[in-house]
DNA sequence: TCAATCGTCAACCATATGGTTGAATATGGA
DNA sequence: TCCATATTCAACCATATGGTTGACGATTGA
């Protein structure tokens, strides 16, 4: 089985896909406007937006006949809370994990006074 | 042409490499050692050993017939220079995560009911 | 000296990855 | 309605990846 992990950090791999997250650093795109810059086809892009999305890094939604990219910056906080405590970490519930972070960036003086 | 930060987020991607690299977080190993606990080829670990070493992630070192493998943390830091370079990712909590870790590394079963 | 140990190499295999092209499926607008 | 636009799908291709096995070279120690 593949890890959350395994997923974010094989997406950053790609240096496609690292152009494509700092594009959408700027500002949510549309597909069509991700591919413009890039070299290759339209296609290509397709297929990397979908692994960035299932890593999480980004999500897609589809207003009309536009599909909207949106950076998801949690996934990548995950890859580097691992990286500066991997020892630590080492049976990580990533579960939990996530709904550590998912609430602490949802109500983050909630989550300071731990109320 | 392969950029190094294409070597370190591959190289993480694996699930056996982030294992053996947090096996040498605890000490320099020989390249046997790192493989005990693998159910698989100590060929496949020396092919593990080689792309971590490409990424800069460990060096090795012969001594005698023995090649000791020692983590280099550091290389890991242009990885996290490059994820952090994202200005939307807000700054750790670090103290509610310090909790959720300490919680974490508790028995399993007293991580479920929270005591 | 000579067997045992350490680690890599070479050949091979199955599957994954990153790209292409052309057709197909919405949806929007005139 | 009908065409253009936005995006994905399907088939295909070349190469990369992660594993195997067996042979090999280097080194140690009895």
Redesign the pocket.
């Given at each position: 089985m593949e890890t959350a992990l395994d997923q974010v950090f094989?997406a950053l791999?790609?240096p496609?896909?690292r152009r494509i997250l700092g594009m959408l650093l700027e500002d949510d795109m549309?597909?069509?406007?991700?591919?413009e810059p890039f070299?290759?086809?339209?296609?290509?892009?397709?297929?990397?937006?979908?692994?960035l999305t299932r890593a999480g890094l980004i999500t897609?939604e589809?207003?009309?006949?536009?599909?909207?990219c949106k950076l998801e910056p949690l996934a990548m906080r995950e890859a580097v809370v691992w990286i500066e405590s991997f020892g630590e970490l080492e049976p990580l519930n990533y579960d939990a994990f996530e709904q550590f972070l998912q609430n602490e960036l949802k109500t983050p003086a909630e989550a300071e006074d731990g109320s």
């Open positions: 094989s791999a790609d496609t896909r549309a597909v069509t406007d991700v591919a070299e290759m086809s339209l296609a290509a892009i397709s297929k990397h937006l979908t692994i897609q589809k207003r009309g006949r536009v599909k909207w």
